[in-house]
């Protein structure tokens, strides 16, 4: 695993640690590293109303938000067990209202990287690539 993707685990597993998956049990972390090279980390959060529940990808992808960020350049989503896990379909498309296609995807376990792939591979027929345009900061 390269040096720069250390930093990305090492976010979201600190991020997964804190999930809160009281129904399902399962944990998950993400990490986006934003365009301007700062990396933003978010857990599940699960609820008793099910579908009102957040994967880990959206809380860090609104964490990025809230500090700024427009755009996503690398992707890392960390979860036990035996299988590799990948971002749900939902998640899918909102990775891709902040990133690009070839955006790398690290799909993670807690002893590292087990395969990188990109987003276009992922969701191949997202809804427009980046079609909407972050507003211009004053």
């Given amino acids: ?15 997964q640690a804190r ?9 998950v972390g993400a990490a986006l590293r934003a365009a301007d090279g700062t990396i ?23 964490v990025m938000v809230a ?7 690398e992707i890392l989503v960390v979860a036990d067990g035996p299988e590799t896990v990948t971002p749900c379909g939902g998640c899918r498309q909102r990775l891709v209202e902040f990133a690009d296609p070839a955006t790398p995807v690290h799909l993670a376990g807690p002893e590292g990287v087990r395969a990188t792939v990109s987003l276009g591979e992922l969701l191949p027929r997202a809804f427009g ?6 507003e211009s900061k004053p």
């Fill in 67 to 73: 500090a700024g960020g427009t755009a996503i350049t």
């Fill in 19 to 27: 999930a809160h998956a009281p129904y399902s049990g399962f944990k």
């Fill in 40 to 62: 933003h980390a978010g857990c599940n959060v699960e609820n008793a109303a099910f579908p009102q529940g957040q994967c880990a990808e959206a809380t860090a992808i609104g």
């Fill in 129 to 134: 690539w980046r079609q909407v345009k972050p």
């Fill in 1 to 15: 695993m390269r040096m720069a993707t250390q930093d990305l685990l090492q976010a979201a597993l600190t991020a």
